[in-house]
């Protein structure tokens, strides 16, 4: 869990540094407006990985994870959810939604885009913390988008999935 901790808060969580005189905390990447769209939900599909099997959303205020809803994986579950069968071999799932009105309020159509670079930005920060701490990363490509908005809770358009991406130890 300690692993997944890292990853998460210089990904995409708050700093230890602050700026301005309210000393408003950074976040690990850079948003557009600073609207912050993404969201990042966490399925833990293995029991070995430390923590338990089922569906969490980072809280990044907190830097914790809240439960959605506990529940085991089976391969079949898997191979529903993701279009690669080695989908199986990963003990995680990051997947990060954009929920576009926090940037269109501001920036209209251009949210869209601001929104796929700052999940850009987020995936970088996996890949690059995972490596450290010797995790292997792989984005997804090959998902299932409604399955997983099925899944989230989630409508596909007011908060839609960006990015997916599997994590190993």
């Given at each position: 869990a300690s692993d997944l901790s890292v990853v998460l808060k210089y990904s995409s969580g708050l700093q230890d540094k602050a700026r301005g005189q309210d000393g408003v905390k950074l976040r690990a990447q850079p948003s557009g407006?600073?609207?912050?769209?993404?969201?990042?939900?966490?399925?833990?599909?293995?029991?070995?990985?430390?923590?338990?099997?089922g569906i969490y959303?980072?809280?990044v205020r907190k830097h914790g994870l809240d439960t959605l809803r506990v529940r085991n994986f089976s391969n079949e579950d898997i191979a529903h959810l993701f279009t690669y069968p080695w989908a199986n071999n990963c003990s995680m799932a990051l997947i990060i939604t954009a929920v576009f009105h926090?940037?269109?309020?501001?920036?209209?159509?251009?949210?869209?885009?601001?929104?796929?670079?700052e999940a850009g930005h987020v995936g970088q920060g996996?890949?690059?913390?995972?490596?450290?701490?010797?995790?292997?990363v792989?984005?997804?490509?090959?998902?299932?988008?409604?399955?997983?908005?099925?899944?989230?809770?989630?409508?596909?358009?007011?908060e839609s999935l960006v990015y997916a991406l599997m994590l190993s130890k």
């Open positions: 407006g600073a609207r912050f769209p993404l969201e990042v939900y966490v399925l833990s599909l293995k029991k070995e990985n430390g923590v338990t099997p959303h980072y809280n926090r940037g269109a309020m501001k920036y209209g159509e251009r949210a869209y885009r601001y929104a796929m670079l996996v890949y690059l913390t995972g490596a450290s701490c010797g995790v292997g792989t984005g997804m490509g090959g998902t299932r988008d409604e399955a997983l908005h099925n899944l989230l809770d989630i409508d596909g358009t007011q």
